[in-house]
């Protein structure tokens, strides 16, 4: 009787996720429909996604591509896959052809991964394939992304020189708590400026996501269009079950 218990308690947490997520956007002037809410399932089983979909959610991201290859066939193919996080270029084929459904990449962090996935969109004669530039906006050597006095290079990249992807906006992943301060949501938003000015884009543009389960308010508050929330939904992570 327990996994009914746990699959009923993880959609009264996207509810009440969803909740916050509404009263965060009013604070900041914005409707709820303005903050796209990605359901991260990283470590968990593709049954809880399934009570998810059920409840009427379509919005789903990985951060490793073994999971989200393996979860994607046994899942509704209008689910809008996301994957989340530094993408090895040696895996690109593996990812885009296992998952016709992957809606967006959440981040590309250097022009390599940038061309191999043009290359790969274009050989296997998808639709283009909309993409975030990951920024790190906490300096910190493990962290991926570029920095931010490069990010506008690797935007012009993607967008003038990778006809096959879809530039859709920033991304930063935060601490390594899953948490960022505001000046980190701060220094993504500066990058958006300048990316809009550089380039002529309006703000709608560009996205910003930013936000994870320890921080998605306060992100929201200060610009958010995308909060990717994991254990608040579907509770601790489990990494022995990690590929």
């Known amino acids: 009787m327990a996994a009914p218990a746990v699959e009923g308690a993880t959609v009264t947490a996207l509810r009440a996720v969803l909740h916050r997520v509404r009263l965060a956007a009013e604070r900041s002037g914005r409707r709820a429909d303005d903050v796209r809410v990605v359901a991260v399932g990283k470590t968990k089983p593709a049954s809880l996604i399934d009570q998810l979909y059920d409840a009427g959610h379509r919005r789903f991201g990985e951060n490793y591509v073994q999971e989200i290859i393996e979860k994607a066939p046994q899942l509704p193919e209008d689910i809008q896959w996301h994957f989340i996080g530094h993408l090895q270029s040696n895996k690109v084929k593996a990812l885009l052809t296992a998952v016709p459904n992957l809606t967006m990449v959440e981040g590309v962090d250097n022009e390599k991964v940038a061309n191999n996935l043009d290359r790969v969109v274009s050989n296997i004669g998808r639709q283009p394939l909309k993409v975030l530039v990951q920024v790190n906006t906490s300096g910190e050597v493990s962290k991926s992304g570029v920095d931010p006095s490069e990010c506008l290079d690797l935007v012009k990249h993607v967008k003038l020189g990778c006809p096959n992807l879809e530039f859709s906006g920033l991304m930063t992943i935060g601490m390594p708590d899953y948490t960022s301060t505001p000046e980190n949501f701060k220094t993504l938003y500066n990058c958006r400026a300048e990316v809009c000015k550089a380039l002529g884009l309006i703000e709608s543009q560009c996205e910003l996501s930013m936000g994870m389960s ?13 909060v990717r929330i994991g254990s608040t939904i579907f509770g601790p992570r489990d990494y022995s079950k990690k590929k």
């Open 214 to 226: 320890g921080d998605f308010e306060k992100a929201i508050e200060m610009g958010s269009t995308s």
